[in-house]
């Protein structure tokens, strides 16, 4: 089949990528023509596991191309996927400027039959809005589906290959029948493609992400609450997880959520309640605590060091929201390191991947190092803000020759607490007994 996808963020290339990959020809276009000639050139924009081996496959087999012309994407796809940033606005809700502008220029373009698929995440009703604005200048026929991803970053190409589920909302059986010829390779292990309204897919995407983000920062609180009453927020979370009404997933305590979709797609759903006159209380609860959550460490350290920062040099592991990803979006990091910084502290970083990001947007203010033991020399303590593997098993000896003071403060929970004491080494980390 051909299609085409317009943006080439993140949920863009992997959708263009990974249909390439079963044959399909794909069109990627997107209006930044430097990233448009570093693709041509085989070089992948992001850092997703996996992807750049499908990218320079298919790029070498034709069916992966990329253009900076949309009337050459319109005039290519039989289906065009939106993939458009739809950042969050000023009051939380999903500024959908981006995805309407194309679509008004769509219907000045097209010629024959379309179908246009919502791919990016939006608010209830956006699909009946891209139906609106292609309306105006459309002079053929066109349906509007919305299908939402299920993307994990770090995990998107398996997500994509080998989907749990494949969401289809469409009110139209033509378009619902080229959908699913498209998707037939992805499922054919048995997994669902579930078809509904348009309506009803675009808020499962928002429902999904706002009930996991509920789950971490539920777990959170109980993790908070655990260190005031000596409680180890470990043997809670097994205790729980193994309920299958619960689950095991979800359950790890830390200093918050981060990345492109939590965040934003909890506000999102948040501004959208509120402009129906409801209230999502726990929607609002979870925003606040998760707030509160990417900073949990910081009063810790100040007590450690007895308030006084200025001058004092932290090595800090882990800068991505999440591992196997560059994605610095809301991640904890930022705002435990913005508190740093005005203490009068030293930063002193490492992270695997997400190091140019975190680089670019402190422009010289931070220092970082080639390995992660590099950084901790001089340094006055260890602090952990990203579960990367290679963070998990490292050589306590190093550290605590390297460190000024052997102390860590953990926030994603990576060692026993039993092997941590054995080292003789400080260790603060989320909702278990701190080592002193």
Known sequence: MKISVIGTGYVGLVTGTCLAETGNEVVCVDINEQKVQKMRNGEVPIYEPHLDMLFERNIKAGRLVFSTSLEEGLEHGEII?????????????????????????????????KVIVGKSTVPVGTAEKVHEAISKNAKSTFDVVSNPEFLREGFAVDDFLKPERIVIGSSSERATELMQKLYKPFVRSGNPIIVMDEKSAE??????????????????????????????????????????????????????????????????????????????????????????????????????????????????????????????????????????????????????????NVGRKYEGKIQFSKTMYDALENSDALIICTEWSIFRTPDFQKIKNSLRQNVIFDGRNLYDISDVEKEEISYFSIGRKDIL
Do not use: H
């Not at 939380?92 to 309407?100: F, R």
């Not at 689950?247 to 305590?253: A, C, D, H, I, Q």
């Open 81 to 113: 996927f939106l993939a458009l940033p739809t950042p969050e606005d000023e009051d939380g809700s999903a500024d959908l400027s981006y995805v309407l502008g194309v679509a008004e220029n769509i219907g000045k373009i097209i010629t024959e039959y």
């Open 203 to 356: 808020l499962t995407k928002y429902a999904a992400n706002s009930f996991l983000a509920t789950k971490i920062t539920f777990m959170n609180e109980i993790a908070n609450y655990c260190e005031k009453v000596g409680a180890d927020v470990d043997k809670v979370r097994i205790g729980m997880g193994t309920d299958s009404r619960i689950g095991k997933r979800f359950l790890f305590p830390g200093i918050g959520y981060g990345g492109s979709c939590f965040p934003k797609d909890v506000k999102a759903l948040y501004k959208s309640g509120k402009d129906s006159e409801y209230e999502f209380k726990i929607l609002d609860s979870v925003i606040k605590v998760n707030d509160n959550q990417k900073t949990i460490l910081f009063p810790k350290i100040k007590k450690y060091f007895n308030n006084d920062l200025q001058n004092k040099t932290f090595a800090i592991w882990g800068l991505a929201f999440k591992p196997e990803t560059d994605d610095i979006r809301e991640a904890p990091s930022l705002y435990l390191i913005d508190k740093l910084l005005r203490a009068g502290a030293n930063i002193k970083a490492f992270d695997p991947e997400a190091m140019d």
